[in-house]
C-alpha cells in the first residue's frame, strides 16, 4: 500500500511523464489527399499532357479518398489503487492492483471497404478488445474479447456446534479468491455476390478461471462421533467452447435460415478429493459409511449439439409469419472414477415456434405467438460404487413438455394516445411424477404433473403534452397448480411510468412498480415420529414488492448539469416456514416466518465545462440495504430454537462512493486526464467483509 503524500508525488510524475513521452499515432489526410488532387488548366491554356483515362481514374481516387473518414484515438497512463480492509465488496468486479492502463481506437468507414479497431487495457484480467471489417457488405469479419475479473468471499469457518457433535475445519484459513472470466467471438459472413445467399461461420469461448473457497461436509445422521464441515481452497480452470455453421437465403417470397451448433464444456481441473472419516451409526440397521480418499463435488463435463430450421416471409409486410424447429441433444460427460455410470446422462431438447403478425394500417397490429418444447431426459437405471461395492437405484428422470401461446393486440387511437393488450398461457406437464413425490426422504414436496399458468396485461400509453410520455400497465396472473415453494398462485401487478424533457433545461422521470401475490396450495409432507407414514402439511405464502425510482436533471446555467436519482427497492414474504432436523425427530414445528429486504439508492452527478480547455465533474452514491429474517419463537427438535437462525440470517450494509474526473485539452486533440474514485463497504452486522478502495488514474489522450 501507498501512503497519500507518495500518492500524490506518483500521480504527479506520472502525468509528468505521460506528457513528455506519450508519441501519438495519426494520420495526416491532408497530406495524403495532396496526392490524389487534380487542379484544371486555366481557360484558354494547353492541357499539361495528362491523358484523359489518367485524369479520370485520378478522379475516381479522388472522390473514394472525400468519401473516406478516420478516426483515431490513443490513451496511456497508470492507475493506483490503495486497498484497506477486505476490499472485494467495495469494488467486486475490479482486480486491486495498481498498474499501467492505455487504450485506443481506429475507425475507417469508406465506400467499399470499413474498418474498426478499438480495445482498452486495465490490467492483464481486466481489457477488452474489438475488431470489425466489412468490404462491401459481401465479407465481414468480426473479432472479439473482453476479460474482467470478480472477487469472491473467503467465508470464516467457525466452531459454532461445539459441544453439539460438530467442529470446523478449515484447509485455507489464509486465502484469498477471484475469478477471471474471459469472453472471446469471432464470426464470419460471406454473401455470394450474384445470389441473395450468406454463409455464416462462428466462434465463441467462455474461460473461467482463478480460485474460490469450497465448503463441504464430512457428516453422518445418526453418528455418536463428531462430525465436520470442511472449507479449502478450489482451482478453477474451465473451459466452454462453442462453433457454429449456417447459412440463410432469401427464396423469393420467404426466408430460410439453417444453423449447426456444438457447444462443449471442460473442466481442466481434476475432481476434489477428501480422505472421509470411516463411520458407523448407532442404528446398527443403517448402513455404515466408509472412509478413504474419495471425490466430491465434481463439474462434469458436457456437450451440446443442435440442429436449427427457420423460415419467414418478409418482415417488411403488412402480414407476416415465421416458423423454426430445433433438435438437440446434450450429454453427461463426467470423468468420475469412485461412481461408474454417472456419465451415461443424456437429455433430448426439441422446439418449435411459430408467429404471425398483421399489421394492417398504422392504428392497429395483432400478433400471436406459439412456442412448444419437449425434454426427454434418459439416465441410467443404477450406479455403482466403487468405494462400498455398492449398487445405487435411480429414479427416472422428469420429462417435460410445456406449450406456451401468447396474442397481443395493438390499438393506437390517437396520435398520442395508445392501448395494448395481451394474454399469454403457460402450460407444462411433466412425466414421471409420482418417482418423485414418493416420501424416499423425510420431508417430500408434492411436484404436480400438470401447471397452467395464466396471465393477462393492459397497457395504456400516452403523450398528452410535448415533451410529457405516461405509461399505465396491469398485469393479472394465475396459477392452477403451483410447482414450487416460492410459486404464486395468484398474482397482481402495476406500473406506473412519466417522463418529462424541457430541452437544453431540466428533465424528470418517475416509475413505479407494486406487486402481490400469494400461494395457498403449497403442502409439505414430513415423517411422524413413530412410524413413516407420510403427513401433508399445508403451507401459505404472501409477497409483496414495491419498486420506486425518481430522477431529475436541471442546467441552472449553460455549462453546469446537475443530475440526482433516488431509488427504493422493498420486498416482503410472508410464509410459513417448516423446523425439522432427523428423519426420527418429534412432529415438525411450524413458525410464521416474515423476510423483508429492502435497499435505498442515492445518486448525485455534477458536470461542469470551465471553459474550452477544462471539464470537470463530479459523482455521489450511497446505497442502504438490509435483509431481516424474523421467524415467530418456535421450539423443534433437540431443543433448537428459532432465534439462532435469525441471528445468522440478518444483515445491513452501507455501501458509498464517490468519484471526480477532470479533463484538460492542450490543444484540439491533446488532453490530459486525471481519475479519482473512492468506494467504501461497511458491513454493520456481520463486518467481515469490510474494506475501502481508492483508485487514482491518470493518463495523456489524444484523437484525430
Known sequence: MIGYSKLSQRVALTALICCIFSIPVFADERAKDNAYETEAPPAGQADDGLATEERGDADIRTKTKEDTHTLVEAFAGY?????????????????????PTFGGMYNRVGNDFNFLLDGNYLNDKDYFGDLLADYRG????????????????????????????????DLDPGGHYGERVEQDEASFRYKLHNFPLHINLGYWRLLRDGSSQLRFSDTMFGYSGTN?????????????????????????????VYTFQIREFNDNIATPTYNYTSRTPVDPANPALPGGLQQHNEDPDSRYIAHTVKIHTSLDGGIVGAASYSYGTRENRSTL???????????????????????????????????????????????????????????????????TITATVSVRATNTLT??????????????????????????????????VHKGTVTVLSRPLKGLSLKAQYNYSV?????????????????????????????????YRLARENNDQLT???????????????????????????????????????????GFLRAKTDQGVLFQDQPTAPPAAFANTNYTTQ???????????????????????????????????????NNGNTANIEQISNTKTVESSISFRAEYHFTKNFSSILDYSYRDYDEKIQRLFNGTVQSVSAYMSAKW
Not at 464441515?229 to 423469393?252: C, I, K, S, W
Not at 402450460?427 to 418417482?435: E, G, I, K, S
Not at 424416499?440 to 411436484?447: E, T
Not at 415453494?485 to 416509475?511: C, D, I, M, Q
Request: glycine share 6%.
Open 79 to 99: 492507475r493506483f489503487l490503495q486497498v484497506d480492509g477486505s476490499g472485494g465488496r467495495a469494488a467486486e468486479y475490479d482486480y486491486l492492483h495498481s498498474g
Open 138 to 169: 459481401e465479407y465481414r469479419f468480426h473479432l472479439r474479447t473482453e476479460s474482467l475479473f470478480h472477487n469472491l468471499d473467503h467465508e470464516k469457518l467457525e466452531d459454532k456446534f461445539s459441544g453439539t457433535g460438530y467442529q470446523s475445519n
Open 228 to 256: 465436520t464441515v470442511n472449507a479449502m481452497a478450489r482451482r478453477l480452470n474451465q473451459e466452454t467452447h462453442e462453433g457454429d455453421f449456417g447459412f440463410d437465403a432469401h427464396l423469393g417470397f420467404v426466408d430460410l
Open 337 to 403: 472414477t469412485d461412481i461408474q455410470g454417472a456419465s451415461q446422462g443424456r437429455d433430448t431438447l426439441q422446439n418449435a415456434a411459430g408467429d404471425f403478425v398483421y399489421i394492417p394500417c398504422k392504428e392497429f397490429s395483432l400478433a400471436l405467438k406459439f412456442r412448444h418444447q419437449e425434454i426427454d431426459r434418459d439416465n441410467p437405471a443404477t450406479l455403482f460404487s466403487l468405494v462400498d461395492s455398492s449398487t445405487l437405484s435411480i429414479r427416472p428422470s422428469l420429462d417435460t413438455q410445456r406449450d
Open 419 to 452: 392501448f395494448k393488450g395481451e394474454y399469454k398461457g403457460d402450460f407444462l406437464h411433466r412425466d414421471n411424477t409420482a418417482f418423485w413425490n414418493e416420501p424416499l426422504a423425510q420431508v417430500s414436496q408434492n411436484l404436480p404433473e400438470n401447471s397452467s
Open 479 to 511: 396459477t392452477d397448480n403451483p410447482s414450487y415453494g416460492n410459486s404464486f398462485g395468484e398474482k397482481h401487478e402495476g406500473n406506473l411510468f412519466a417522463s418529462y424533457n424541457s430541452p437544453n433545461r431540466w428533465g424528470a422521470t418517475a416509475n
Open 524 to 566: 409439505v409432507s414430513t415423517f411422524a415420529s413413530t412410524s413413516f407414514d407420510p403427513i401433508a402439511n399445508p403451507i401459505t405464502r404472501n409477497k409483496s414488492t414495491d419498486n420506486a425510482t425518481v430522477s431529475l436533471w436541471y442546467t441552472p446555467i449553460e455549462r453546469l448539469t446537475i443530475s440526482g436519482s433516488y
Open 599 to 637: 435497499a435505498q439508492i442515492y445518486s448525485l452527478t455534477g458536470v461542469f465545462h470551465y471553459n474550452k480547455k477544462l471539464d470537470l465533474s463530479m459523482s455521489l452514491q450511497q446505497i442502504y440495504s438490509f435483509s431481516d429474517l424474523s421467524p415467530e419463537s418456535s421450539d423443534f427438535a
